[in-house]
């Protein structure tokens, strides 16, 4: 079992930055492919980012490339979303997912079905 805690978000103006975490609890971290998916009100859950277990590759949503950083730190079981140049539409639930699995590919990993646990959510808020 795995158990994933978000640092919380924040409001933040237009052109800001922000940088979240998620600490993970249980399992092995360092063989854990990650991502974060996001949540705006009334929209369904979306991708933003996923990193692979090593940190190796990383994929990103085609609305956040060029502004937003996936990374982790094993060491620390802890994955990183740093968000710049922020804008409204960045306003959302923002959680971050483990996987279960060892195979990783930009494409499978920025489906929610390949994640089996998901934090609590944090909310950010970018005001215009």
């Known amino acids: 079992q795995v158990q994933l805690v978000e640092s919380a978000g924040g409001l933040v103006q237009a052109g800001g930055s922000l940088r979240l975490s998620c600490v993970a609890f249980?399992?092995?971290?360092?063989?854990?492919?990650m991502a974060w998916f996001r949540q705006a009100p009334t929209k369904d859950r979306e991708f933003v980012a996923t990193i692979s277990a090593d940190g190796g590759r990383s994929a990103y949503a085609d609305s956040v490339q060029g502004r937003f950083t996936i990374s982790r730190d094993n060491t620390k079981n802890t994955l990183y979303l740093e968000m710049s140049t922020l804008v409204p539409e960045d306003t959302a639930v923002y959680y971050c997912?483990?996987?279960?699995?060892?195979?990783?590919?930009?494409?499978?990993?920025?489906?929610?079905?390949?994640?089996?646990?998901w934090g609590q959510g944090t909310q950010v808020t970018v005001s215009a």
């Open positions: 997912a483990a996987d279960r699995d060892s195979y990783f590919s930009p494409n499978s990993n920025a489906r929610e079905s390949t994640y089996a646990y």
């Open positions: 249980g399992g092995t971290f360092a063989a854990t492919h």
